[in-house]
C-alpha cells in the first residue's frame, strides 16, 4: 500500500475541510454583521467585527499557501515522492 509522503504531515483533507469550514464562518458572520447594520446597530462595533473576520479569513488563506509550500519544499528536498507505508523515512527529512 503506498501513500504520498506519509511521514509526518497532516492530512491535506482534513486541512481543506479546517479552512473551508472556518471560511464559511467568516460568510456567515459578514452576512450577520450587514443585517445587524441595516438593522440599525452601532457602527463602532461593527467596523471592528468585519475587521476581525477579514483577518481571520486573510490569516486563513495565507496560512493555506505557506503551509502547502511549506510541505511541498520539505518533501522536495527529502526526495520524496512516494513511501511504502511502515517504511522509516529518509535521512534527513523535516516532515
Not at 12 to 24: A, G, K, Q
Not at 59 to 65: F, K, R, W
Request: aromatic share 10%; proline share 3%.
Amino acid at each position: 500500500m503506498k501513500r504520498e509522503n506519509p511521514h509526518g504531515l497532516f492530512e491535506w483533507r482534513r486541512r481543506r475541510l479546517l479552512i473551508y469550514l472556518t471560511l464559511l464562518f467568516c460568510g456567515i458572520a459578514a452576512t450577520a454583521i450587514i443585517i445587524a447594520a441595516l438593522q440599525g446597530m452601532s457602527t463602532a462595533l461593527l467596523i471592528t467585527l468585519v475587521g476581525a473576520i477579514f483577518g481571520l479569513a486573510g490569516a486563513t488563506l495565507g496560512s493555506y499557501i505557506f503551509g502547502a509550500q511549506w510541505d511541498t519544499n520539505n518533501a522536495r528536498n527529502a526526495g520524496v515522492t512516494e513511501l511504502t507505508v511502515g517504511d522509516d523515512p529518509p535521512e534527513g527529512y523535516a516532515g
